[in-house]
């Protein structure tokens, strides 16, 4: 039952290298589900029709509105849920927040305004000032409840984004611009808002101008607000390309972020806050975008001069905890994208360093898991390939997928790394089986089957493992690789993976239908030979023209008759 205003739809999305022909790090794009809203007055109206109109009780008729409209498929996590005409104190605890920061920022007296430098010009931001310690206590203290509230539950988000919450904290940031000790606490809850997608929508050009300002006046002396900034424009960037590259673009955020690197190489929390953000502007993973700039951003950053810092970091006591040396190695896959930057990385042994530290935390499963990624990833080169497993990087891979059997995401991180080691190196190949490889890659190929990603990566490495090495044929054969496959390939009726798998297959001499098979009807193959009776006459149309007349002449001549 829908008795109020025509319902409004909204929009919302969830919350590797990517050089050509390199799948294993390709990031999967978000797609959008669509559902149905209705605002907070239609929700109004139709608790009060149920008391005016059905003599419903109030809390019955707010129950009974819920129910209408969710069994309509409405989605109503941006209404406050409550008796129309109630008590502002008895709304959610987020909301009444959001007000009392909307309520500071609209008692301040004073104003001010940056122009803020970008490559394509200069923008003006005007925003009130908080100079008061009182002022600027009360509204980060606000904001931290806000805070709390969004960790205690997310859909807090929503119902705080539908009452201003992010253009609030926006402000609210800038307000506090010159109150450092008070300032992290508004970026904290702007990070936990922006972790919703729809949430991310409304941070606008406005927003990313604001953390730009934040960035550059607190870069020095200021590491606790600069690490707040820095996850926020992280999370701003996530699933959303057009953030990306204002950030990248206009801002010239990659810039500030080599500034930080070597601002603060011995402050653990404030560098892996500049990974984080660099790792967010390599990424592709916004699918309403036509194109991505993720791998050009990659790039830049290279040429910047950052693989110097994150090795060096690497190399450092910055790297002691298994959490911090698994971000590095993380980072410093995801700017390697080219072929060129394999080898600058080999050149400044970066090879033996991640072997090295995959053998020490072999143990530890998200280390293992980030050491196979950046092999993966520096083996798009045939001269990094080779020096891999001439170190034994390869051993050390397959002893880290026997150790973590369960474990999903470094299975096949490591399969990847595998299957890109062995392309087109038939030594390597034969190295991997003689080191028990083939052994794991199928076990955990079957084990985590269900996994799009390992259906994949798993097709390629097997592919790859038996493409120019015959004598792996019968082995893999026998550890019973083929059902997996053929699993693969009937749960994908067409598509990449379903190629992928159907190309194992062939490489092991197995039995697959390649020819293209008929998909039209008879009819319309008989109309194609011999013609379709309703069809434009083009016969008459013949016959009107000077060749048809001549031969038609010719014809009635040899036959006696004079025309």
Known sequence: RLNGPALRVGLAMAGGGLRPGFSHKAD????????????????????????????????????????????QGVNLDNIIRRIPGAAPEDDPQVIISVRAIQELLGDAEEEETIDLSLKDGTMK?????????????????????????LQRDKQNAVLAMHHGAVDAHVSGALALLNEPSFLALLLEALTQLLQDAESREQLGVRGVAALSIIIRRHKQGAPEVLRAA????????????????LFVKQTGLLEELKFVMNEYPDDPQTFLAACGALRATTLSDDARAM??????????????????????????DLAKTPAALAELLA?????????????????????????????????????????????????GND?????????????????????????????????AALGNMALRMPANCE????????????????????????????????????????????????????QPLRTVLEGNTDGPVHNQAKA?????????????????????????????????????????TPAAQQAMRADMKALGYDM
């Open 230 to 245: 820095l996850q926020a424009v992280r999370v701003a960037m996530l699933v959303h390309e057009h953030h990306r590259q």
């Open 28 to 71: 999967q794009k978000e797609t959008a589900a669509i559902y149905a809203r209705i605002s907070q007055e239609t929700f109004d109206q139709a608790v009060m029709e149920n008391i005016e109109d059905l003599d419903m009780e109030p809390d019955e008729a707010l129950s009974d509105a819920v129910q209408q409209f969710e069994s």
């Open 431 to 482: 190295a991997i089986a003689e080191a028990g490889g083939m052994a794991a890659i199928v076990s955990a190929f079957s084990q985590h089957l269900p996994n799009p990603r390992m259906q994949s990566k798993g097709c390629l490495t097997i592919r790859n493992l038996v493409g120019r090495s015959e004598n792996l044929r019968q082995p893999l054969l026998d550890l019973g690789v083929e």
């Open 383 to 415: 001269q990094c390939k080779t020096s891999i497993v001439a170190a034994s990087g390869h051993v050390a891979i397959i002893q880290a997928m026997l150790l973590h059997p369960n474990h999903a995401n470094m299975q096949i991180d490591a399969i």
């Open 125 to 149: 931001i005007t925003f009130p000032r908080v100079d008061t310690e009182e002022g600027a206590k009360t509204l980060s203290e606000a904001a931290s409840t806000v805070r709390s509230e």
């Open 291 to 316: 194109t991505s700039k993720g791998h050009d951003h990659a790039k830049v950053a290279v040429e910047l001069g950052m693989l110097p810092l994150l090795l060096g970091a690497l190399r450092s």
């Open 504 to 544: 194992a297959l062939r490489e092991l001499h197995c039995s697959v239908q390649l020819k293209e098979g008929f998909k039209g009807d008879v009819g319309n193959a008989y109309k194609l030979q011999q013609g379709d009776a309703d069809c434009e006459n083009h016969w008459d149309t013949f016959m009107d």
């Open 331 to 379: 980072t410093l896959s995801r700017v390697t994208v080219t072929d060129d930057i394999c080898k600058q990385l080999a050149a400044m042994d970066a090879l033996k360093l991640a072997i090295t530290e995959l053998g020490n935390h072999v143990t530890d499963p998200q280390v293992a898991r980030q050491a196979c990624t950046f092999l993966a990833s520096i083996s």
